[in-house]
């Protein structure tokens, strides 16, 4: 198995500990994160999509100008243009960077974030548009010749795409979502189904879930898992440092009159929050209290410990059949440099010895590019 590594880069300074400033767009903070992310030896950086930020497919678009050999993961929402049109339009950023792409699908965990780009669609309608949009863009990339298409939401007469990926089949398709009509369609269409990072056993059974759904339809998945590392010299240092975390996420969200965060309707963050509810440390070093007060309205669970410690425990996710684990900080660039010196390199061999002793407990799916 070929563990990959994801980052996350945003075009300006921000976290949950650090407010944002104008201008929403930083190039010279974006171009060194995406260059820091390529030196510490990430596979990838994942561009998030927001419904009142900057255009994620641009931002990549820059990045990807400034750096040689990371990849990019972009995050998409279908629905707010045609399936057709947004695999063209992939396929062209995939072309121009050199076949350095990669689409994570978000259907949309929340109603009011939605709303805000005009999609009125309820959870589970936004999962059956997904389905079908996810068809007709792997028919675009796919397809040898022009093809008719007749479905609930879209209709086509002749589609067709002249301009190919340069991986094949396709882009790979990373793809999240925890409920039941999440899960039918990662069976059906991912490559890579990405955790938020819960705790071992909930996570052990969502994967076993997400795989029989694969299997349903005669195809096998790659899984991915995410965390916010806390890391330091020591144990104790490591936990001092999210304390202090904590305390700075408070003071800003108290300072912006933000009000106690629910949910709303991910069943991910249900489940985060599930977690969070057993206390602030599950599985010894697995913290839950940023989610806790944050609604866990992204991926805002963390490892805590030195490098070698975090380094074990995710070693235990690789052994329930993970092969990718993206990791981004509190502090995010500051804390992508340290994640290159002091964990990328103990975390790879790590998986490497444990490898070669024949301790990964699941055999991993084929590598993203030959996944169908």
């Given at each position: 198995m070929a563990?990959?590594?994801i980052g996350m880069?945003?075009?300006?300074?921000q976290?949950?500990?650090?407010?944002?400033q104008p201008?929403?767009?930083?190039?010279?903070?974006l171009?060194?994160f995406?260059?820091?992310?390529e030196t510490?030896?990430?596979?990838?950086?994942?561009?998030?999509?927001?419904?009142t930020g900057?255009?994620?497919?641009?931002v990549?678009?820059?990045?990807?100008?400034?750096t040689?050999r990371v990849h990019f993961?972009?995050?998409h929402?279908?629905g707010f243009i045609g399936p057709?049109?947004?695999a063209?339009?992939?396929?062209?950023?995939?072309?121009?960077s050199?076949?350095?792409l990669a689409?994570h699908i978000i259907?949309g965990?929340?109603?009011e974030e939605?709303?805000?780009?005009?999609?009125f669609?309820?959870?589970d309608?936004?999962?059956?548009?997904?389905?079908?949009?996810l068809?007709v863009?792997r028919k675009?990339w796919?397809?040898?010749?022009p093809?008719?298409?007749?479905?609930a939401?879209?209709?086509y007469?002749?589609?067709y795409s002249?301009?190919k990926?340069?991986?094949q089949?396709?882009?790979?398709?990373y793809?999240?979502?925890?409920?039941?009509?999440?899960?039918r369609?990662?069976?059906?269409?991912?490559?890579?189904y990405?955790?938020?990072g819960e705790p071992?056993a909930?996570?052990g059974e969502?994967?076993r879930?997400v795989?029989?759904e694969?299997?349903?339809h005669?195809r096998?998945?790659?899984f991915?898992?995410s965390?916010?590392?806390?890391?330091a010299?020591?144990?104790?240092a490591a936990w001092?440092?999210?304390?202090r975390?904590?305390?700075e996420?408070?003071?800003?969200?108290e300072?912006?009159?933000a009000k106690?965060?629910?949910?709303?309707q991910s069943?991910?963050?249900?489940?985060l929050?599930g977690?969070?509810q057993?206390?602030d440390v599950v599985?010894?070093r697995?913290w839950?209290?940023?989610?806790?007060?944050?609604g866990?309205?992204?991926?805002?669970?963390a490892l805590?410990?030195?490098p070698?410690?975090?380094?074990?425990?995710?070693?235990?996710?690789?052994?329930?059949?993970v092969g990718?684990?993206?990791?981004r900080?509190?502090d995010?660039?500051?804390?992508?440099i340290d994640?290159?010196?002091?964990?990328?390199p103990?975390?790879?061999a790590?998986?490497?010895?444990r490898?070669?002793r024949g301790q990964?407990?699941?055999?991993?799916a084929?590598?993203?590019?030959?996944?169908g």
């Amino acid at each position: 198995m070929a563990l990959e590594i994801i980052g996350m880069i945003t075009p300006q300074r921000q976290s949950e500990i650090i407010a944002p400033q104008p201008p929403a767009i930083d190039r010279d903070y974006l171009r060194a994160f995406a260059q820091a992310h390529e030196t510490a030896g990430f596979d990838r950086i994942l561009v998030p999509q927001h419904s009142t930020g900057p255009d994620a497919s641009h931002v990549i678009a820059y990045a990807a100008a400034v750096t040689e050999r990371v990849h990019f993961l972009l995050a998409h929402r279908p629905g707010f243009i045609g399936p057709a049109f947004a695999a063209r339009q992939l396929a062209t950023l995939e072309n121009l960077s050199g076949g350095r792409l990669a689409v994570h699908i978000i259907s949309g965990g929340s109603d009011e974030e939605q709303r805000r780009d005009g999609d009125f669609l309820d959870h589970d309608a936004r999962y059956a548009r997904t389905d079908e949009y996810l068809q007709v863009m792997r028919k675009t990339w796919t397809s040898a010749r022009p093809f008719d298409h007749q479905g609930a939401l879209y209709r086509y007469e002749q589609a067709y795409s002249e301009i190919k990926p340069l991986q094949q089949p396709h882009l790979p398709i990373y793809f999240g979502g925890a409920s039941e009509a999440a899960l039918r369609v990662a069976g059906r269409h991912a490559d890579a189904y990405a955790l938020w990072g819960e705790p071992l056993a909930e996570a052990g059974e969502l994967i076993r879930r997400v795989r029989r759904e694969a299997a349903s339809h005669g195809r096998r998945i790659r899984f991915s898992v995410s965390f916010r590392p806390i890391l330091a010299d020591t144990e104790g240092a490591a936990w001092d440092r999210a304390e202090r975390i904590l305390a700075e996420t408070r003071r800003l969200r108290e300072r912006s009159g933000a009000k106690p965060a629910g949910p709303q309707q991910s069943e991910g963050a249900r489940r985060l929050l599930g977690a969070a509810q057993r206390g602030d440390v599950v599985d010894e070093r697995l913290w839950t209290a940023v989610a806790r007060i944050s609604g866990a309205r992204s991926n805002s669970t963390a490892l805590v410990g030195t490098p070698e410690q975090v380094a074990q425990a995710l070693a235990r996710y690789i052994d329930l059949g993970v092969g990718t684990v993206l990791i981004r900080g509190f502090d995010p660039l500051e804390d992508a440099i340290d994640y290159g010196r002091e964990l990328i390199p103990r975390l790879r061999a790590l998986v490497a010895e444990r490898e070669a002793r024949g301790q990964s407990v699941h055999e991993e799916a084929p590598a993203l590019e030959a996944v169908g």
